[in-house]
């Protein structure tokens, strides 16, 4: 069984940054793929980047593209998300999930969650 932890939330004033972090318990691959949700107010979970564990592919959501990288570490088994130049539009519960595969349909694992709050 697989368990997710994050840590890393808080609240920050726009063009600030914050680094989320998401240790994972139980036994990975390195064909999983370790990704970043969020759910901000009023609007859907949306992915928000994702990593195969291989370390071979990563994809990002246009709306972080160059403020945001995702990436991880095999020996601790934590995923981070570094995030810069946040924006109020940032925040929001930022959760990390596992999938088996990049073809995998779902994720099937997932964090508590973690609170980002950015003040303009």
């Known amino acids: 069984q697989v368990q997710l932890v994050e840590s890393g939330g808080g609240t920050v004033q726009a063009g600030g940054s914050l680094r989320l972090s998401c240790v994972i318990s139980?036994?990975?691959?390195?064909?999983?793929?370790m990704a970043w949700f969020r759910r901000t107010p009023g609007n859907e979970r949306e992915i928000v980047a994702a990593?195969?564990?291989?370390?071979?592919?990563?994809i990002y959501a246009n709306f972080v593209k160059g403020r945001f990288t995702i990436s991880g570490d095999n020996v601790k088994n934590t995923v981070f998300l570094q995030m810069y130049r946040l924006k109020p539009d940032d925040t929001g519960v930022y959760y990390c999930?596992?999938?088996?595969?990049?073809?995998?349909?779902?994720?099937?694992?997932w964090g508590q969650g973690t609170q980002v709050s950015v003040s303009s």
């Open positions: 990593l195969e564990w291989s370390g071979e592919h990563s």
């Open positions: 999930a596992v999938a088996e595969h990049r073809g995998s349909p779902r994720y099937d694992y």
């Open positions: 139980g036994p990975t691959s390195p064909r999983n793929v």
